[in-house]
């Protein structure tokens, strides 16, 4: 599961990166909170989760692992396309808050699993 994340991870630094490197070249900063939650959600947390299982999560049951991946990756890129389409002014607050909060919802049930897999290891920790 690591290198998913770690393959991830790194897929949304760039992205971020990139972000970053356009509002700086155009002076356009619209997207500083878009571009924030890419890095922190994306490639931060992202690359974590890989370190947690990398680290301490020892052949965790596959099937809580999957989704772990699948809510984190399903939220996330909705997350990021919602803040990009809200603060670039093409959607309107009222239509994308529904969607904002479904990813912040899929977002936290995703570190939520990440933490209960982590806790449940007994050695997790302690090293």
Request: hydrophobic share 75%.
């Given at each position: 599961m690591e290198r998913h994340y770690v393959l991830s991870a790194l897929g949304y630094g760039l992205l971020g990166?990139?972000?970053?490197?356009y509002m700086s070249a155009s002076g356009q900063h619209q997207q500083l909170v878009t571009h924030a939650h890419i890095m922190l959600v994306g490639f931060l947390l992202g690359f974590a989760y890989a370190l947690l299982h990398r680290l301490w999560l020892e052949a965790p049951q596959p099937s809580w692992a999957r989704l772990q991946f699948a809510l984190h990756q399903l939220g996330a890129?909705?997350?990021f396309i919602g803040l990009f389409l809200l603060y670039g002014g093409w959607v309107p607050e009222s239509l994308l808050g529904p969607v904002l909060g479904l990813a912040s919802a899929l977002i936290i049930a995703a570190l939520g699993l990440m933490t209960w897999l982590f806790v449940r290891q007994p050695q997790a920790g302690t090293g």
């Open positions: 990166l990139v972000l970053g490197l890129p909705l997350l």
